[in-house]
């Protein structure tokens, strides 16, 4: 049960796909305009993750290793078709508003990067948690965001008005740019956090890029590869260093 916690903190704080992984940026940007789209668009994808993950994780020993990844895809648009259905038919005000980027959570590399990286190399239970961490990591940053956007935006969250009548919205946080904006100020914040506590000497959640390392990752293009290319010339430059001073 500890492995199943660890799980979901690192979905939501060591390695979260928004503030940290920068995953999934394209429905990140697209359809944080109010907090309920973010929030929809985030279960949405928790929903598909758990279901993938469960599924990809009980197929890992009889899946060839040479269809790996159209298989991956096969069951991911599955349960995506299931969660798009549902949601036109139980919450169509919410489909209406997310529109094309539900069929998109097939392409989405969140899924497909801990499909590849951890459920198909871990047993079914983990594996979900997995899912159910970096769903619920990936719902918190959608919220945050629409929250922002729509709280300065229109002066509303969640369609609740907040702010007095008097309040003039700055319509530029509902538009493209402003969720460019608001991406960057809630990752400044969370990095000026983090560098308190490490200034304090406590201990700061390092994130492990994709979780496993580029090595077993069949998704390489995501990052071109560039984080372990980072963490070798990082740990080579700390290697000459000590060897000078010890010279």
């Known amino acids: 049960m500890n492995k199943c916690i660890e799980r979901i903190y690192n979905g939501l704080v060591k390695e979260n796909p928004t503030f940290v992984l920068m995953l999934g940026m394209c429905p990140t940007l697209a359809v944080t305009t109010s907090a309920t789209n973010g929030i929809g668009m ?65 392409v989405n590399c969140i899924i497909l990067g801990r499909a590849e990286s951890y459920a198909s190399k871990n047993p079914v239970l983990p594996s979900i948690f997995d899912g159910i961490g970096m769903g619920l990591g990936f719902t918190v940053g959608l919220t945050c965001i629409g929250i922002v956007r729509e709280l300065i935006g229109a002066g509303q969250i969640f369609g609740i008005q907040v702010m007095p009548d008097s309040y003039e919205p700055f319509t530029i946080f509902i538009l493209a740019p402003g969720a460019f904006f608001v991406l960057a100020c809630l990752v400044a914040l969370q990095n000026k956090i983090k560098n308190r506590l490490a200034k304090q000497g406590r201990s700061v959640p390092a994130s492990a890029g994709c979780g496993e390392g580029c090595a077993s990752c069949a998704s390489k293009g995501i990052c071109g590869g560039h984080l372990s290319e980072t963490v070798s010339v990082s740990a080579s430059t700390d290697k000459n260093d000590s060897g000078k001073e010890g010279a």
Do not use: C, H, Q, W
């Not at 991956?72 to 349960?79: E, G, K, L, Q």
């Open 42 to 106: 985030g279960l949405s994808t928790t929903a598909v993750l758990i279901m993938s993950n469960m599924l990809i994780s009980m197929l890992r020993k009889i899946i060839p290793d040479s269809v790996r990844m159209p298989a991956f895809i096969v069951v991911v648009a599955s349960f995506v078709t299931i969660v798009d259905f549902l949601l036109e038919g139980f919450v169509p005000s919410l489909y209406d508003s997310l529109g094309l980027y539900i069929p998109l959570i097939v």
